[in-house]
């Protein structure tokens, strides 16, 4: 979910990596971009907050939609645009004003109708059109109508993940679909263009679909490479025979926070801080944690390899 919010983030400019989003969440961020940070943040409590009103039977509605959107946008960037209400002035994509733009949406007064007539298609039955087909086609209507001041493009990709939830296409957000729309960025956009201007919807429909596809081969490959790599470390720190509980205490908290700090770890492990010391010592010399700081004081590790994996396609892209 982290490296999901990060990269549709990164889609909108943003400038945080992974390990920025990780160091902020155990208060060990001096120097870092925080407004993006916060940016990364917002939206991961917009994820969490929609998939648990879909699982407590909220349908996915525009009252729905205007919940996240005020969490999206609850703090830094875009949180003095009208968080959570429809926009009622004109809004417009590149240029400087709607005469030099790339793109006008519609006027406002259209936007509270074509809304409307969004989410009576997402509650029809469709029999004809596939889940992902309706999904591409959902995302790529919102995108359109434009209807919030800011935080569209994040909102909109949020959507898609959303709607297969709902739909039973994934019981977890697992598809990182936001991957493949940042290595592709300018096709991605201009594919949305192709549809507004000559009705071109298969080629944003094959476009999409071979992104879900990539996507999962993706997700399925990852997943086996974390799973060999706990394994194989696992079985490196039950060899260090009588300090192997505290360790492996410590090396399953490193695989949920993959980089932290002997006390964060000691608070969440219920171990003392000698304790959590010497299993990183140990650990280290396995060459499973690195210290990534060279201080003494305020030192912070790294689970690397494990990092490594996770944070392949998030580097910022340049401005």
């Known amino acids: 979910m982290r490296k999901e919010a990060l990269l549709s983030s990164q889609i909108e400019g943003t400038q945080s990596s992974l390990s920025d ?85 519609l006027p406002p007064e259209r936007v509270m109708e074509c809304m409307g007539e969004l989410e009576k298609f997402l509650h029809e039955d469709h029999p004809e059109i596939p889940g992902l087909v309706k999904a591409a086609l959902m995302h790529l209507q919102f995108e359109t109508i434009h209807p919030f001041l800011d935080g569209n493009g994040r909102l909109g990709r949020l959507l898609v993940t959303f709607l297969l939830c709902a739909n039973g296409s994934l019981r977890e957000p697992l598809l990182y679909l936001r991957l493949y729309l940042k ?87 219920g171990l003392g801080f000698p304790a959590v010391s010497r299993a990183v010592e140990r650990m280290e010399a396995l060459g499973i944690l690195r210290e990534t700081t060279g201080k003494q004081r ?18 910022p892209l340049p401005r």
């Not at 912070?300 to 580097?315: Q, R, V």
């Open 21 to 105: 989003l990780l160091l902020q969440e155990i208060a060990e961020t001096p120097g870092l971009p925080l407004e993006d940070v916060q940016e990364t943040t917002n939206y991961i409590a917009a994820l969490n907050h929609g998939l648990s009103r879909l699982r407590g039977g909220f349908p996915l509605s525009l009252r729905l939609v205007r919940e996240i959107h005020a969490i999206l946008l609850n703090q830094g960037r875009g949180s003095d645009k009208t968080p959570g209400e429809f926009r009622t002035s004109q809004n417009w994509i590149g240029g400087s004003r709607p005469g030099n733009a790339l793109y006008v949406p």
């Open 298 to 315: 305020g030192r912070i590790y790294a689970y690397s390899d494990y990092l490594k994996i996770l944070s392949e396609g998030t580097e």
């Open 183 to 269: 290595t592709h960025r300018d096709t991605y956009y201009d594919l949305l263009m192709k549809v507004r201007r000559d009705g071109d919807w298969e080629t944003w429909v094959e476009f999409f679909l071979t992104g879900v596809r990539d996507t999962s081969d993706q997700a399925v490959q990852t997943a086996r490479e974390i799973l060999a790599l706990f394994e194989r470390d696992h079985k490196r720190v039950q060899e260090l025979g009588a300090s192997s509980t505290s360790a492996l205490l410590v090396f399953r908290h490193a695989q949920r926070q993959p980089l932290f700090t002997v006390s964060h770890t000691a608070r969440h492990t």
